[in-house]
């Protein structure tokens, strides 16, 4: 059996947090506090089926064609 190189992997490694004064200060935005305005009826998120799969285009027409 051949030895193999380690990979390089950012498990346990020091990574900067680009998020935590907003968390911290209490100024971070979280999607409970967007506010979408009176116009907004009915909302829904789409995932895709395939996990980690790249999302080339999204059809739209039939949101699009909704009074």
Same mark, same amino acid.
């Given at each position: 059996?051949?030895?193999?190189?380690? %990979?390089? %992997? #950012? #498990? !346990?490694?020091?990574?900067? /947090?680009?998020?935590? $004064?907003? *968390? @911290?200060? !209490?100024?971070? @935005? $979280?999607?409970?506090? #967007?506010?979408? !305005?009176? *116009?907004?009826? $009915?909302? /829904? @998120?789409? /995932? %895709?089926? $395939?996990?980690?799969?790249? @999302?080339? *285009?999204?059809?739209? %027409?039939?949101? /699009?064609?909704?009074?």
């Amino acid at each position: 059996m051949k030895n193999k190189e380690k %990979s390089p %992997s #950012i #498990i !346990g490694a020091n990574l900067p /947090r680009n998020d935590v $004064y907003e *968390k @911290v200060t !209490g100024t971070a @935005v $979280y999607t409970d506090d #967007i506010q979408f !305005g009176n *116009k907004l009826l $009915y909302a /829904r @998120v789409k /995932r %895709s089926p $395939y996990p980690h799969a790249l @999302v080339k *285009k999204v059809d739209v %027409s039939k949101a /699009r064609a909704l009074p």
